[in-house]
């Protein structure tokens, strides 16, 4: 089974003028697979990662992460799916500001409760895991940008996802920070993680096996990549 399966999926806003956000997506990401997303602004990649991270249910259509049809669960369910079997990274990092490095990671499983003890050992691992083992106790105002972002994707694995999600995770970063950032996602992907990664840039985009081009809520073209010319 897919880590995720999206088929023929819509999704209607009805504020104003109806849109379809959405018109008829099928995609299917097999698990330890690495896809990118790219289209122009307004082409529904916001609205395709929304319905992939459970943060939204379709109009129509069938949305299945981890073998669970979203349709067939409640809110209460959806949201408990999300926290197990998403890991969510944003451009501009998210990160708790009042909380440690250790804190921050650890995080997603206080709500996952899991016991401190096994929450602070792994939060301890994943951060060594992304080269951040000497700053634990560090505030996010205390790291670069590089370091907030490899906080970031260190939490967004606490619970072990079933899919990874990253929405333009480069874009406030620069070149060489950007590098190392796309380093980890390939790494992590080598390691048997499932990405979805939303880019505008094609140099980013082609850190994945495959790009899906998405345009006005249809996908357009879904490009295969040589990865073995990336390594
Ligand atoms: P992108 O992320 O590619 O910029 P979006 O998924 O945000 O695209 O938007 C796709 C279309 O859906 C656009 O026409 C946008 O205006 C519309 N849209 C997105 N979210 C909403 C919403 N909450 N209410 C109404 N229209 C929306
Ligand atoms: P990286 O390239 O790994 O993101 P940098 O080389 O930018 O890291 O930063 C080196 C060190 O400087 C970091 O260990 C961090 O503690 C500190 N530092 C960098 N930027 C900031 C910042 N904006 N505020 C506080 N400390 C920072």
């Known amino acids: 089974?897919?880590?995720?399966?999206?088929?023929?999926?819509?999704?209607?806003?009805?504020?104003?003028?109806?849109?379809?956000?959405?018109?008829?997506?099928?995609?299917?990401?097999?698990?330890?697979?690495?896809?990118?997303?790219?289209?122009?602004?307004?082409?529904?990649?916001?609205?395709?990662?929304?319905?992939?991270?459970?943060?939204?249910?379709p109009t129509d259509g069938r949305v299945v992460v981890d073998g669970r049809d979203v349709a067939t669960l409640s809110g209460a369910d959806r949201t408990?799916?999300?926290?197990?079997?998403?890991?969510?990274?944003?451009?501009?990092?998210?990160?708790?500001?009042?909380?440690?490095?250790?804190?921050n990671v650890a995080l997603p499983m206080v709500f996952a409760g899991v016991a401190r003890a096994n929450r602070e050992a792994r939060a301890t691992a994943l951060l060594g895991g992304v080269g951040l083992g000497d700053r634990l106790d560090h505030l996010p105002n205390e790291l670069s940008g590089g370091q907030r972002q490899r906080v970031a994707i260190a939490r967004a694995l606490a619970n072990d996802p079933t899919i990874l999600l990253a929405d333009e995770p480069t874009g406030n970063l620069d070149s060489k920070t950007s590098a190392d950032v796309l380093a980890?996602?390939?790494?992590?992907?080598?390691?048997?993680?499932?990405?979805?990664?939303?880019?505008?840039?094609?140099?980013?985009?082609?850190?994945?096996?495959?790009?899906?081009?998405?345009?006005?809520?249809?996908?357009?073209?879904?490009?295969?990549?040589?990865?073995?010319?990336?390594?």
Not at 8 to 30: C, I, M, Q, S
Not at 187 to 211: F, K, M, Q, S
């Open 184 to 231: 980890l996602f390939d790494e992590l992907n080598a390691e048997g993680n499932t990405v979805l990664l939303v880019t505008h840039e094609r140099d980013v985009a082609e850190h994945a096996e495959r790009i899906v081009h998405i345009l006005d809520g249809r996908l357009e073209r879904v490009e295969e990549l040589d990865t073995v010319s990336h390594i």
């Open 80 to 103: 408990a799916l999300r926290g197990e079997a998403v890991g969510f990274v944003f451009q501009t990092f998210n990160l708790m500001p009042r909380l440690t490095a250790l804190d």
């Open 1 to 57: 089974e897919s880590a995720v399966s999206l088929q023929a999926v819509r999704k209607r806003y009805d504020r104003g003028e109806p849109v379809f956000a959405l018109d008829g997506v099928t995609l299917d990401l097999p698990r330890g697979s690495y896809t990118a997303v790219m289209g122009p602004s307004g082409s529904g990649k916001s609205t395709l990662m929304n319905l992939v991270g459970l943060l939204d249910t």
